[in-house]
């Protein structure tokens, strides 16, 4: 278990946004670059990537649950997430907690591997070596509010203010890892060149899971039974998640759920609670205008 999951004084502290080649990106995720740029990947590694907030931590248990559930049963609620599914840019040496490092020591086979990059970081081996990599988006109004908790109860991010402020840089890109727009509409083109990329939409995850973890076997090439689909299912349920706490976040000591659950909703429309009338009208006319795209289009509600 990494020292970040352990009952220790918490030395982090808010850190602020900076340029970084163009995206706002914070240290922790910067610190170790050349070891994440020169990172070698394995063909058989699966890659789950996302903008924040975006069901990184849903998709990345049910694939480790996928994968290894019929071996190692116990595995899903006796190891904490980060340790099954390392996170390859963070680093944080205070903690003794660097992905790259936990990545180079696994042993298990696929390695499971997450990521917030937007494309133009991406590790060039990925490619090279054909790795497997799912990338999973969300509606932009709902990832605004569901990164705008997150950021509120995670002291490793900048101080996330008011909504209405937040949602404001949010718009702006000026939040770790940047624009939402650049994010989603990167990977979008990237999937339309590479076969070894899948993407996917949180809305068609959350609304019929059967069919999209359907596309994610025949993408993967694995063939659970009928069984070990169902413990997968069963145990990447949201409810389930969130009293697991291998998954739930209660033992990353960098985050307070007292101010908000890591876990907190998982739903699709929830930013209804969160936008004012003029907030909406004004974040749909921006929207029309960088989404121009026809071909990629996201679902507020189902």
Request: charged share 25%; net charge negative; glycine share 4%.
């Amino acid at each position: 278990m990494t020292s970040l999951d352990q009952d220790v004084p918490l030395r982090l502290t808010r850190t602020e946004l900076f340029d970084f080649h163009g995206v706002s990106m914070i240290n922790y995720f910067t610190d170790n670059w050349d070891k994440v740029q020169n990172f070698q990947a394995k063909p058989d590694d699966v890659v789950i990537a996302t903008y924040p907030k975006a069901g990184t931590t849903w998709v990345s248990h049910l694939l480790d649950l996928l994968y290894f559930g019929a071996s190692a049963p116990e595995r899903g609620v006796s190891v904490p997430l980060i340790e099954r599914v390392p996170f390859l840019e963070i680093y944080l040496p205070a903690f003794s907690l660097s992905g790259v490092e936990m990545l180079d020591k696994m042993t298990t086979s696929p390695r499971l591997i997450k990521t917030h990059l937007p494309i133009q970081f991406v590790p060039k081996s990925f490619w090279e070596q054909k790795s497997r990599i799912v990338y999973v988006a969300r509606n932009a109004k709902d990832s605004a509010v569901s990164y705008f908790h997150f950021d509120r109860m995670n002291c490793l991010q900048p101080e996330p203010g008011d909504w209405a402020s937040y949602l404001q840089r949010f718009r702006e890109g000026k939040v770790t890892f940047g624009s939402w727009y650049d994010h989603v509409t990167g990977w979008w083109e990237k999937s339309q060149t590479s076969p070894n990329l899948l993407y996917l939409h949180y809305e068609d995850l959350a609304e019929d899971i059967d069919r999209e973890l359907e596309r994610l076997c025949s993408f993967l090439d694995v063939c659970p039974t009928e069984e070990e689909r169902r413990r997968a299912k069963e145990g990447a349920k949201f409810d389930a998640m969130k009293d697991n706490v291998m998954t739930n976040g209660t033992l990353i000591k960098a985050m307070d759920p007292k101010i908000s659950p890591f876990m907190r909703k998982g739903k699709v429309g929830d930013w209804k609670n969160h936008f004012t009338v003029s907030q909406n009208e004004q974040f749909d006319r921006e929207y029309r205008e960088k989404m121009a795209n026809p071909a990629l289009r996201f679902r507020t509600e189902i």
